[in-house]
């Protein structure tokens, strides 16, 4: 099955830098990668998603790449805030519409 | 209506307990999921259900049983639970199994086996 690799595990970032967070995954089937945020207590939430004929994706402070070839994808955020302190997760597609989720990235944004 | 709702939000129970968790969407979304998500872990998937037919078992000790009375409702029943099943149970729904497309999540039930 796939195996998604997430890191780094905790990131703190200073508000108003930027933040990357990188996956990768090991199924070449896989053709579709969403990103959730989490905050504390609350349910993941859909921010973001790149399919496999799309290389990059923006939305405002947001974006995502993909490197199809090399199996890795990232989430680029720009101009942090400290609303985006949360736990991020990466995912992959697999048979169907099943997800395999990376293992999350805290982040930190510091004031 | 864009959201997946899911009852109670807390449960306590004990191990000789039986108890119920709820998940209701009314999107129109054809494949609901049961995750269970241990603190500081990502969600792990339990079931499956497309066109309310379960899918995906993924090796879940049939403590949990899990129901689809209809395409809008999802249900989690629990029997005879362990210490070690606390965690939050969320529900989610998508467009379809044969996707992939994104899931929406519910709030998800936070329960604790004393």
């Known amino acids: 099955g796939e195996n998604v690799e997430q890191h780094p595990s905790t990131l703190s970032v200073q508000e108003g830098d930027s933040a990357v967070i990188k996956c990768t995954y090991s199924?070449?089937?896989?053709?579709?990668f969403p990103w959730y945020k989490q905050e504390l207590g609350k349910r993941p939430q859909l921010i973001i998603d790149?399919?496999?004929?799309?290389g990059e994706k923006k939305d405002q402070r947001i974006a995502v790449t993909l490197n199809k070839t090399a199996k890795h994808f990232s989430l680029h955020i720009t101009e942090t805030q400290p609303e985006d302190s949360a736990v991020y997760f990466c995912?992959?597609?697999?048979?169907?519409?099943?997800?395999?989720f990376g293992t999350g990235t805290s982040l930190t944004v510091i004031p | 209506d864009t959201e997946v709702t899911q009852t109670p939000k807390h449960l306590v129970m004990g191990m000789t307990n039986k108890k119920s968790l709820k998940c209701e969407q009314h999107?129109?979304?054809?494949?609901m999921y049961w995750y269970k998500q241990k603190a500081k872990k990502p969600p792990e998937l339990m079931f499956v259900?497309?066109?309310?037919?379960?899918?995906i078992n993924e090796s879940v000790p049939s403590r949990f049983s899990p129901e689809c009375p209809n395409s809008s409702l999802l249900n989690l029943h629990l029997h005879a639970l362990q210490p070690e099943d606390s965690a939050l149970y969320l529900c989610?729904?998508?467009?379809?199994?044969?996707?992939?497309?994104?899931?929406?999540f519910g709030s998800g039930t936070r329960l604790t086996v004393v």
């Open positions: 995912a992959a597609s697999g048979t169907g519409n099943q997800f395999y």
């Open positions: 989610a729904s998508s467009q379809a199994e044969t996707g992939p497309y994104g899931y929406t």
């Open positions: 790149i399919r496999s004929n799309v």
């Open positions: 199924d070449s089937a896989s053709n579709y």
């Open positions: 259900y497309s066109y309310e037919k379960l899918s």
């Open positions: 999107m129109g979304h054809r494949a």
